[in-house]
């Protein structure tokens, strides 16, 4: 029997995930929801990259040329912005993430990404670049040799590039200057938001919360809103308490859901997705059309004039697949999977099968298409 090699993947995945116990495995609290005060703040920057063998920014990229005039004006150097040739300089923007504890001296790593017409920044040093939050202020300056996780070499009549070779990093390139402003142990209460908003969840966690710490503390607000009110015994000093609350495990109850990826053919189908009985077929017709010339060459002793000609002639065959109705009914996953196995669906066919089956009523998920 043929069947489409990723189909026979896919569906192997989901016959492993239907055979897993019934209940959802337990998660720690911190892996299915974010605490008040535990963020980062993103950080960005202007700079130049320099040091490039030919593979800056080309002549056209003004505003290159003037970041180089004031960064060797700033320097006492007087050049003539004529006379300045940007192809061992690209300008790129940087970026960060900031942890909100975060102090004087902490080393951020940074992603450096070309601004201009620069095709690589391979072998660049980026220079000083203060890096500001969306207050406008300088929380901390990167500096220092680019890492590129791919090459790009071209000749005259070919090329050769892998990955990207405009994007860099430099791992613990920035170093943070000024801490935010945030005192995370004064906190009276903590707000904890999950991930994917759910009632039964958010009950399940005030429930564990209150069971650990011995008393009504916790409160949910909505379905994804969790208050915790801070315990005497641990203001001021909150760090015990979040590494009480954070591992306490939980078990998820979200909504069944299908999330199907038309453009890779993707297919994930949750644990707790049901099927009614209902009747499936899936049939292809295929047709071909194909062209062919024949040549018509004028007869002996034909008049004066008369020429050979390409004569067009066209095939047209049809094919269609001719399948029975099947019958497919699923409890669970493991059901679901089985009745699509046995209808031979490759990815493809999945996502159509699942998207006639949902506007037909059958198919009891939320059905996503990204």
């Known amino acids: 029997m043929n069947r489409h090699p990723l189909a026979i993947l896919l569906l192997t995945a989901l016959v492993l995930a239907g055979l897993a116990s019934s209940e959802a495995q ?47 004006d700033k320097m006492g150097v007087r050049v003539d912005k004529k006379t300045l040739r940007p192809a061992n300089v690209a300008a790129v923007m940087v970026t960060a993430q900031m942890p909100a504890t975060a102090h004087p001296g902490t080393k951020l790593d940074v992603t450096v990404s070309s601004l201009g017409d620069a095709s690589s920044l391979l072998g660049g040093v980026l220079l000083m670049t203060p890096m500001k939050g969306v207050d406008g202020e300088i929380y901390g300056l990167a500096q220092g040799p680019v890492a590129v996780g791919g090459f790009s070499a071209s000749g005259a009549a070919a090329s050769a590039t892998k990955n990207v070779t405009t994007v860099a990093t430099i791992p613990g390139g920035a170093n943070v200057e000024r801490s935010v402003p945030f005192d995370f142990n004064g906190q009276r209460d903590l707000t904890i938001n999950l991930g994917y908003p759910d009632f039964t969840t958010a009950m399940a966690i005030v429930k564990k919360i209150n069971q650990a710490l011995g008393g009504g503390f916790a409160r949910a607000s909505d379905a994804s809103t969790i208050k915790l009110e801070i315990p005497e015994q641990h203001k001021g000093n909150m760090v015990p308490l979040m590494a ?11 909504k069944a859901r299908v999330v199907v990826d038309e453009k890779t053919g993707t297919v994930v189908v949750g644990l707790n997705v049901k099927l009614t009985r209902s009747a499936v077929t899936h049939g292809n017709l295929q047709i071909t059309i194909q062209e062919s010339a024949e040549v018509s060459q004028p007869l002996p002793f034909a008049p004066i004039g008369a020429e050979t000609v390409a004569v067009p002639e066209t095939t047209i065959g049809a094919t269609e697949e001719n399948r029975k109705l099947r019958m497919v009914e699923g409890a669970t996953l493991q059901e679901l999977v089985e009745g699509l196995n046995v209808l031979k669906a490759t990815p493809r066919d999945l996502i159509s099968i699942l998207k006639t089956l949902r506007s037909a009523g059958a198919l009891h998920a939320d059905l996503e298409v990204i």
């Open 26 to 72: 337990a998660a720690r609290l911190k892996d299915v929801a974010s605490f008040s005060g535990v963020r980062t703040n993103q950080l960005v920057g202007y700079g130049l990259v320099v040091g490039l063998g030919g593979t800056g920014d080309k002549r056209g990229s003004d505003f290159t040329i003037q970041s180089i005039w004031n960064m060797l």
């Open 244 to 254: 009480t609350v954070e591992n306490l495990e939980i078990t998820p109850d979200n």
